[in-house]
Structures are given as C-alpha cells and as structure tokens.
C-alpha cells in the first residue's frame, strides 16, 4: 500500500494525559496511530524500572518481542543486557523501551518467518507521543538512544550516529533539561562481521559507561 494512502493520525489521541507508565501501557494496546498495530500480535510497550535514572530506546520490537509482549528479550536484548552490565550499570535502574512499540515486518507468505522492516520516519512521528508521554512519566536522568531510529525519535535532526555517538547531549524536554547520548544498536553488533565484532561491543560499552557517569 502506498503510504500516501495510509492512514496515520499518530497516537496522540490514544494517550491518557498524566497517565503513569501503567496507564500508558494497558492504553496503548487500543492504539491506531498508524497501519502498525494490525499485522503486529500485540504493542510491546515497555520494561523495568518506572523510576529508572537511565532510560534505554531502542528501535521497535523484533519477532521474539512481538510474541512475547516484552521489549529486548531477543537476541539484541540479551547483548545489551550482557553491555549494560558490563558497562557498570544496575540493569534494576534501567526503563527501556522503543521509539515504535509495534512490529515492522514484512512476509512473503502467511505462515513464512516474518522479516524485521525498519519503521520509516512517520511511523516514528506516529508513536513519538508514547515515548514522550513514558519518559514524562518516568523522568530519568540520562536517556539512551540505540541506533538512528530511536536518535531520530529524540535527537536533534543533524545527529549521526557515525559522528555523534557517546557524546552526551543536553536537551531541554518537558521535565526540565535532560542529557541523552546516541549509540549503536546492539542489532548492529550482531550484523557486525566476527572479526570487527569485539570492537563493536566494547564500542556500546564504552558509550554505556559515558552514560552511566553522567548520573548525578
Ligand atoms: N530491537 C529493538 O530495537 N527493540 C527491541 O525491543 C528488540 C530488538
Ligand atoms: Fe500506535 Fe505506535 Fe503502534 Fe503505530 S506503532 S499503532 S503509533 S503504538
């Protein structure tokens, strides 16, 4: 279908105002903010700590996600858990969460293994007021963005993540001046040829702990 014909009203309207993160999550399965919610099983909508100082975004569920209701319980989920850790960070002070809470696949037949589709930048609009409502609510100190998709959900429009990422960024945002800091998506590291692979962790790592050392 082409986008132009989609109808895309962006889920601003599906958003309970002043909601906690609970209210928000058992709205945002109602959500028709974009075409999203229809092939995907379910919204995944977040994970962890409603008082996290460090708050995590990622791109969209994968498969594993879609299935199981839970963000980061795949194979990405387990190398950043494996990171943040390493990284000297509780994973109990973590929220961590997508910029679009439904999958993104394609298909070739029904039954057939459904293939990871990156949102493109509207559906990225459409669900923003989740990821703006959630981190309202939640108010962490720090804010990850993994990878271009989640940068561009909340980071100025000239970040790259080959240039800018690990450097700390301060914003103002509804809750006052927050930092965020951009870095690859643990997918990345995955994809990453094994000979370059190590590099690519410890890089995450790195920019994790740059994170973690901004807490007050
Ligand atoms: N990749 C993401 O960006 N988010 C998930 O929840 C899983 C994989
Ligand atoms: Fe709503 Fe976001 Fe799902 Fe689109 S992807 S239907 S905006 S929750």
Redesign the pocket.
């Known amino acids: 279908m082409p986008v132009s014909k989609v109808d895309r009203p962006?889920?601003q309207q599906?958003v309970p105002e002043g909601a906690d993160v609970e209210a928000l999550r058992a709205a945002?399965s109602s959500?028709?903010?974009?075409?999203?919610?229809e092939p995907?099983t379910q919204?995944v909508f977040s994970a962890g700590a409603a008082d996290a100082r460090i708050a995590l975004v990622g791109e969209?569920p994968g498969d594993q996600e879609d299935r199981r209701g839970v963000p980061f319980v795949g194979p990405a989920g387990r190398l950043l858990q494996k990171a943040v850790a390493e990284a000297g960070i509780d994973v109990a002070t973590t929220y961590v969460t997508n910029a679009?809470?439904?999958f993104r696949f394609t298909q070739s037949a029904p039954g057939s293994r459904r293939i990871h589709a990156s949102?493109d930048v509207g559906?990225v609009n459409?669900?923003r007021p989740?990821l703006a409502a959630e981190l309202a609510q939640v108010d962490p100190e720090v804010v990850v963005c993994l990878g271009a998709t989640a940068a561009k959900a909340l980071l100025p429009k000239d970040f790259r993540v080959t240039k800018h990422r690990g450097q700390l960024i301060v914003q103002q945002t509804s809750r006052g001046e927050k930092t965020f800091l951009g870095t690859i998506h643990p997918s990345a590291i995955l994809r990453t040829p094994e000979e370059d692979r190590d590099a690519a962790y410890a890089g995450l790592v790195a920019d994790l702990r740059t994170a973690a050392a901004a807490l007050s």
């Open positions: 962006g889920a599906w945002a959500c028709r903010g974009c075409e999203l919610w995907a919204v969209q679009v809470k439904h949102p559906h459409a669900c989740w």
